[in-house]
Nanobody, 126 residues
Framework: QVQLVESGGGLVQAGGSLRLSCAAS????????MGWFRQAPEKEREFVAA????????YYANSVKGRFTISRDNAKNTVYLQMNSLKPEDTAVYYC???????????????????WGQGTQVTVSS
């Protein structure tokens, strides 16, 4: 069983940047697609970004495309989410997750992910 721990969240002004990290332990994630999701208060969890096992393919929600970048370092068993040009509407708890299937058409679905971290809070002030 893999354990995922997110870090890097915090309070930032609109237009600022944050880099989230997701460190995995217990087993390697180097052969798994990974994703980031977020959930704002009183809203449903939503897909943010995903990356395939090698890092060669990435996928983004339209709301973050061009501002966020997902990457991974398999040697460190870690996935990252670089967030630039942050907006107040990006405020949410951000979760990383390990996908059960590395199928591009499915990676936007939360149900494809079998392991989740505890989340890290990102707050963007206006």
């Amino acid at each position: 069983q893999v354990q995922l721990v997110e870090s890097g969240g915090g309070l930032v002004q609109a237009g600022g940047s944050l880099r989230l990290s997701c460190a995995a332990s217990g087993r390697t994630i180097s052969n798994s697609a990974m994703g980031w999701f977020r959930q704002a208060p009183e809203k449903e969890r939503e897909f943010v970004a995903a990356i395939n096992w090698s890092g060669g393919s990435t996928y983004y929600a339209n709301s973050v495309k061009g501002r966020f970048t997902i990457s991974r370092d398999n040697a460190k068993n870690t996935v990252y989410l670089q967030m630039n040009s942050l907006k107040p509407e990006d405020t949410a708890v951000y979760y990383c997750a390990r996908a059960t299937y590395d199928t591009p058409a499915l990676l936007r679905r939360g149900s494809v992910y079998g392991s989740w971290g505890q989340g890290t809070q990102v707050t963007v002030s206006s």
